[in-house]
Structure formats: structure tokens, C-alpha cells
């Protein structure tokens, strides 16, 4: 029987490091995929489909204030990721 391979796991093994860029994206996947779940999502819809903390607080069950935070957060937490890489 075939062993399922998570999103996650087939984009990091379509990249390799021989490229400056791949070594950059897999960083970046490694830092999204660390976040929590609820923060990997709200980040995801914030940024790449342009959702509102008010459309994100209703799908993750949040108030938007909550939603807000939860975005500032997460993009801490990956500012941070990239910044120990330096």
C-alpha cells in the first residue's frame, strides 16, 4: 500500500538546496508549517487571499480583534525565522 505524503512533504522534496531560492523556500515552508494551526490558516488567508480579520474570525469561530492578533503573530514568528537564518 502507497504511504500518503502531506503538501508539506511533497513540496519540500520538488525543491532541492543545489539553488539559493530552493534553500530560501524550504525555509520559508519550515516556518509556516511551525506555526499553529488556527495562525498557519489565518496568515494564509491574510495574505494570500487578501481575507479580512473580520471573514477570518468568523471561519476560525474568533472575534476579529482576536484575528488581528493572531496574524501579527504569526507574522512575527516568521520574521523571526527568517531573521535567525541571516
Not at 522534496?13 to 488556527?38: C, E, F, K, Q, Y
Amino acid at each position: 500500500m502507497a504511504q500518503k505524503t502531506s503538501t508539506y512533504g511533497r513540496l519540500r522534496s520538488a525543491l532541492t538546496t543545489r539553488h539559493a531560492g530552493d534553500v530560501l523556500w524550504l525555509d520559508l515552508i519550515d516556518a509556516i508549517a511551525a506555526l499553529p494551526t488556527d495562525a498557519r490558516l489565518a496568515l494564509l488567508l491574510a495574505e494570500v487571499f487578501d481575507a479580512s480579520p473580520e471573514d477570518i474570525a468568523m471561519l476560525l469561530h474568533r472575534n476579529p480583534d482576536a484575528c488581528r492578533r493572531l496574524i501579527d503573530e504569526a507574522h512575527a514568528q516568521v520574521h523571526a525565522a527568517a531573521s535567525s537564518r541571516k
